[in-house]
C-alpha cells in the first residue's frame, strides 16, 4: 500500500522539483517508496502486536486499546521528523479534524449546521495557507513552499507552452 501511494507522489514531486541526473531522482523516489512503505509496515505490525497483548492481559477489547497501541507506534515508527513522516501525519491530521467535526456533531456536541460548512473550512484554509506563505514562508513545509513558489511565484515565468508540461524555470538562456 505505501508503495502504490508513495511511488506516483514521490515520482511527480521529483520530477517537477528536485534538480539531479535521471539515476539520482530515480534513486530518490525508490528511497521516498521504500521509507513510506517500510513505515506503514512497521506501524502495522506494532500496533497488531499492541493490541494483541493489551486484548491477551486484560481478557478482553476495550476501545482505549486501540488508542494506546496507535500512540506507542506512532511515536515509535512516525516520531522521527522526516519529510515522509511529516506528510503522512498532516495527510492523517486534516482527516482527524473533519472526522472529530463529525463526530462532534452525531454526538450532540456542536449542532448539525444549517448550511454546509466546507466552503467556511476550504475559504479558511486557503486564507490562512497563503497568508503564511507570503509572510511566514519558513514556518510551512518544505515541499508546500516549493509546491507554492511554483504555482505563485515561477508561474510569473512565461517561455512557451513547454512551461505547462515540463517546468517554467529555466536555467539555460532559450
Known sequence: YGAKIRAPHALVMTFLFKSGSLREKLKSIAQATYAHSRNLAYFVFTYKGLLAAQSRLQGKKIPFHSFLAACIGGWLVFG?????????VMYLLSRILFGLSRLAVEKGYIPQPKQDPFPLVAALVWGTVLWLFEYHRETLQPSLQSSMTYLYEDSEVWHDLSDFLIYNKRTDSK
Do not use: E, L, V, Y
Open 80 to 88: 522521527d521528523n522526516n519529510p515522509i513522516n511529516s506528510q503522512i
